[in-house]
């Protein structure tokens, strides 16, 4: 059984940093790409930031130059680091990773729990 397991969020002021964290723990043999979404109340989960295992980074407009992902192919830990945090930042953080697990030949996406962010103005 594969578990995402996500920390981090909180409160921050506007202009403030916040580090997400996010490991994979199981029997994982191989992790593809992580992804990084956020909700909002009331809207859509949409997508933040994603990172290959080769290490491309892509990230949605709002957030270019602000957030940085990252990961570790070793313990299988991905990290968004958030800089000049802004109140439409404010979410639920959520992790998806694609993953192989031992014995399988398929990949499946897996997410974790959500980790509030709430950037006050």
């Known amino acids: 059984q594969v578990q995402l397991v996500e920390s981090g969020g909180g409160l921050v002021q506007a202009g403030g940093s916040l580090d997400l964290s996010c490991a994979a723990s199981?029997?994982?043999?191989?992790?593809?790409?992580w992804e990084w979404y956020r909700q909002a109340p009331g809207q859509q989960r949409e997508l933040v930031a994603q990172?290959?295992?080769?290490?491309?980074?892509n990230y949605q407009d709002s957030v270019k130059g602000r957030f940085t992902i990252s990961r570790d192919n070793v313990l299988n830990i991905v990290y968004l680091r958030m800089n000049s945090l802004k109140p439409e930042d404010t979410a639920v953080y959520y992790c998806?990773?694609?993953?192989?697990?031992?014995?399988?030949?398929?990949?499946?996406?897996?997410w974790g729990q959500g980790t509030q962010v709430t950037v006050s103005s």
């Open positions: 998806s990773a694609d993953v192989q697990a031992t014995g399988r030949e398929v990949f499946r996406t897996y």
């Open positions: 199981g029997s994982i043999l191989r992790v593809n790409t």
């Open positions: 990172i290959t295992r080769g290490g491309i980074e």
